[in-house]
């Protein structure tokens, strides 16, 4: 079974700042995705970047990047340029490439930015 | 908005009680996923349908099923409510076609009184 842990259950940043969001996972897996996805006040899920794991390249979106070491089994999320809207539940979640399978969840990094 | 529907947005019901939880996927996908979301338990598979079958179940209650329609919308029907199953239950649908993501839809959220 895969398991996702993230160490740290709140940060803060300030605005402006770069703030960087860990996460490491555990998988006897070769082929599968790895997924942020944001959570704000309102409560929707929201998918913030993708990592194909036979991919090489780190996933970059606007501000989010991801730093994806695949044989030490980590997947952080960088925000540069952080702004208020960013303040959230961040989820790190993993998935089997084997077609339409569930995602396994981390238990959240609570972010917070500050003006 | 990532395309994907649910209603009802509040639901607040007695224990014992029977609800149905309603979720419409994006257009052209074919894969439904229910997760539950509690304060202990976090982020939790429940169920997965693709193209009206069963494909794969998680840590779904005996009380808890699911069904999906031809017309591919999907049914959360949880009986025999108790205190615990109040939480925030997403909807998440993704095409076999594309990339494998999955969307949210926006939640219900279920109280238990």
């Known amino acids: 079974a895969q398991t996702v842990t993230q160490s740290q259950p709140e940060m803060s940043v300030q605005e402006a700042e770069t703030v960087t969001l860990s996460c490491t996972y555990d998988t006897s897996e070769n082929n599968y995705y790895l997924f942020w996805y944001k959570q704000p006040p309102s409560r929707q899920m929201i998918l913030v970047i993708r990592q194909e794991a036979y991919k090489q390249q780190n996933a970059t979106e606007n501000r989010f990047s991801v730093n994806f070491q695949k044989a030490a089994k980590s997947f952080s999320l960088k925000i540069s340029d952080s702004q208020l809207g960013d303040t959230a539940m961040y989820f790190c979640a993993f998935m089997k490439r084997s077609g339409n399978t569930p995602l396994v969840f981390g238990k959240g990094t609570r972010l917070s930015v500050i003006a | 908005d990532s395309g994907v529907t649910q209603t009802p947005k509040h639901l607040i019901t007695a224990t014992g009680q029977r609800v149905t939880l309603r979720c419409s996927p994006r257009s052209g996908d074919l894969s439904v996923y229910w997760y539950q979301q509690s304060l202990d338990q976090g982020l939790q598979f429940l169920i997965q349908y693709y193209n009206g079958e069963e494909r794969a179940k998680g840590n779904i209650l005996e009380r808890f099923s699911a069904q999906q329609f031809p017309d591919l919308h999907s049914e959360l029907n949880l009986s025999s409510l108790e205190l615990g199953d109040s939480a925030l239950y997403f909807c998440?649908?993704?095409?076999?076609?594309?990339?494998?993501?999955?969307?949210f839809g926006p939640g219900t959220r279920l109280t238990v009184l």
């Open positions: 998440a649908s993704s095409s076999l076609e594309s990339t494998d993501t999955q969307y």
